[in-house]
């Protein structure tokens, strides 16, 4: 075994945003050399005292790596950010937020370009990088290969979920995570704007609420086994006739408390438009199928 | 003591619903002498089987119990089922679901009739009544000392939580906790759309997200103190620029991938509403403050 293949693998990153800045960090920590580059250069200056290599131009960080890992605004940047950059034998991993056709897209760009490919999406926010009590992980697309040839320096800054073959994989679950938060977060947000004036301190509500939430994950694997069989009346536990009967109430509750009730209007709707479909001896499984065009 | 300050409280059920009847085995099974009425009267027999007395009327089961407990179809079949019974000295218990408005409504209506009041909001299905471990509970309100006299009996079949003097509290912690509910399957629901047709098994998936979900909860209690201090900028992990910034990935995503964006879009534009009127910094407190009238 030469010195080469007992060194750590070098690291190209480009763009050092929040999390850029958390990635390099962690991989500077555990031994890996790191070149770093941003298009505005006094971002990469904390990272040189910490002992990362700082590239003039994007092409040249490409040049210094085995791994380029890009963590830009957007795709397009990413495109620009690369396009004087010879790529031919590196292995791109591209963490920058867009959508799968876009990861699609860029990985034909890479392969074009001589580069294999990875498209990751973070589940962690910065502070959770470099913390692996801290559950972030990222989820990667692309050729197993590559990601098995990997794994092992992509598990440095935060877990590792690989989601498939297809590149747009990652994208779409992580999409598919971030869309769930924020359905969680809107019912989380009516639910306070409901009793932001009433008599219970808010700080007991939220643990009560908390504690809901919490335990009504589970429900979520009763869903998957019902889309998995096909049979949506197996296992319900609260049936769509019982739950659109109070429908009402809720409605009416947040109308008489002063409650917009944009947030949670159309799950109710389409609860109903499902009970009148008759299916209202089903759970939400029939529901998912609605929202597919 | 004499034997009637020993026995347990007499409970009179109107009201044989799934719901109902679940809440008269609890009592059966801990003792309590138990009569009860429902308008379709063969859903009484069972229950006389297992030593209920049935009363024909709800007149007649009133008079028999020192607890009425109404657990009805709305809070009008109570008005309409107490109509002819003598309420004075009585302590009415109404687990029917409703509005805060009508929980305090029927309260003066009950006291009107010589009783006292309690409206309770039931947080369990029937399958989790009478099993403590279910974690099934009751909010109750009305006048505290009532509850406090009867709180031994209440909790026989679930758990209680005081939720205030307010008559309409118990309600309103209800609706708002369903709504939370609803607000979080509606974002399971956009999330299983997305990627019910990808490559990886639906119920890998189910995983992720119910562990995704249940590491955000914590995040309602920083929200709790940042409406209860007023200073939404403190604790923030993850800001509301960033996360709009993310906005037009998830909404191409969904129509990419042929997914209605119904459930997730009124959060999303009141995400970026308030990132335009300039608090970009906070999470989402303010936006709690944006949905109250």
């Not at 030469?2 to 050092?16: H, M």
């Not at 945003?17 to 941003?38: D, E, F, I, K």
């Not at 490409?62 to 950010?81: F, H, I, K, P, R």
């Amino acid at each position: 075994m030469n010195a080469t293949e007992t060194s750590k693998p070098r690291i190209s990153l480009l763009g050092l945003g929040t999390m850029g800045t958390a990635l390099a960090r962690a991989w500077l920590a555990a031994g890996h050399p790191v070149t770093v580059w941003n298009r505005t250069a006094a971002r990469a200056e904390p990272l040189a005292a910490e002992g990362a290599e700082t590239a003039a131009t994007a092409a040249e960080a490409v040049a210094a790596g085995d791994l380029v890992v890009t963590c830009l605004l957007d795709d397009a940047s990413v495109g620009e950010a690369l396009a004087a950059a010879d790529l031919s034998g590196k292995d791109l991993v591209d963490l920058t937020t867009g959508t799968p056709e876009q990861a699609r897209a860029r990985e034909a760009w890479a392969h074009a370009r001589g580069a294999r490919f990875l498209s990751g999406g973070i589940m962690a926010v910065p502070p959770m990088i470099g913390v692996p009590e801290s559950g972030g992980y990222v989820f990667y697309s692309g050729a197993e290969e590559v990601f098995a040839e990997h794994r092992g320096t992509l598990a440095v800054p935060a877990g590792t979920t690989y989601a498939g073959a297809d590149a747009g994989a990652a994208a779409l679950y992580d999409v598919a995570l971030l869309s769930a938060m924020n359905g969680m977060f809107a019912g989380v947000t009516h639910a306070f704007a409901l009793v932001r004036k009433a008599e219970m301190p808010i700080r007991d509500f939220a643990s009560l609420l908390a504690d809901w939430l919490t335990a009504l994950a589970p429900a979520i694997h009763t869903t998957a086994e019902q889309l998995d069989s096909g049979d949506y009346t197996t296992g319900v536990v609260s049936n769509l006739a019982m739950q659109a009967a109070g429908v009402p109430t809720l409605l009416r509750t947040a109308e008489d408390e002063g409650v917009d009730t944009a947030l949670v209007a159309p799950y109710l709707e389409l609860m109903e438009r499902r009970v009148a479909e008759g299916h209202g001896d089903e759970e939400g499984a029939g529901m998912i199928d609605m929202l597919r065009r």
